[in-house]
């Protein structure tokens, strides 16, 4: 039977570091996906990842389980990629590059796909990658957590320590302009299948 995140916890604040590495283990992953959605660079997401852990090792002291562990994890990881978007902002320089799939998303299709579908796919991609650098740093992390890591918007609020209101708020902004930004890219494909 797997150990939950609270035993974990309880074996790493009593010195048990191999709990701890279980909890990495655990949602590291997930940790990289955020930070690669926030920052948009395979190294920025890393640095997500390798800060988080370090952070969350260094404060477990200071975790209550009034929130999942998972929440908690995701709290320190957006907190950390806002801190380097913000240091990123300051020096100008923003990263142009396109994302380029190493997070679990949005995989082309099949090998049997037409050329057709493949080209789509690829736009699809980028278009979606362009649009979430449009969006705030705070819409990108409640959008990220709610549709590509499933969080509640409780969780959201407390990752992004807002209220409710405020993360139900921002995935809604976040939907709304990734609509408004893919728009002419779905409706591009539409014609073409007319």
């Given at each position: 039977m797997e150990a939950s995140d609270q035993d974990l916890v309880a074996r790493v604040q009593d010195g048990d570091r191999d709990a701890f590495r279980v909890l990495v283990d655990r949602y590291s992953r997930s940790v990289f996906r955020l930070g690669y959605r926030m920052t948009a660079t395979e190294q920025?997401?890393?640095?997500?990842?390798?800060?988080?852990?370090?952070?969350?090792?260094?404060?477990?002291?200071?975790?209550?389980?009034?929130?999942?562990?998972?929440?908690?994890?995701?709290?320190?990881?957006?907190?950390?990629?806002?801190?380097?978007?913000?240091?990123?902002?300051?020096?100008?320089?923003?990263?142009?590059?396109?994302?380029?799939?190493s997070g679990e998303r949005f995989d082309p299709p099949a090998e049997t796909a037409s050329p057709e579908g493949l080209a789509y796919a690829?736009?699809?991609?980028?278009?979606?990658?362009?649009?979430?650098?449009?969006?705030?740093?705070?819409?990108?992390?409640?959008?990220s957590l709610r549709h590509f890591e499933g969080c509640s918007i409780e969780q959201i609020a407390t990752a992004l320590e807002v209220s409710e209101t405020a993360a139900k708020n921002s995935v809604f902004r976040a939907v709304q302009k990734l609509r408004r930004s893919l728009e002419p890219l779905v409706a591009a494909a539409r014609g073409g299948v007319a």
């Open positions: 920025d997401a890393e640095d997500v990842v390798q800060e988080t852990f370090l952070r969350a090792y260094k404060q477990l002291h200071r975790y209550e389980s009034r929130s999942s562990f998972g929440t908690w994890i995701y709290r320190i990881a957006a907190n950390y990629a806002l801190d380097l978007l913000r240091a990123r902002e300051r020096r100008q320089e923003m990263a142009l590059e396109p994302m380029n799939g690829v736009q699809l991609r980028t278009g979606l990658d362009h649009a979430m650098r449009e969006l705030s740093p705070q819409e990108r992390v409640a959008f």
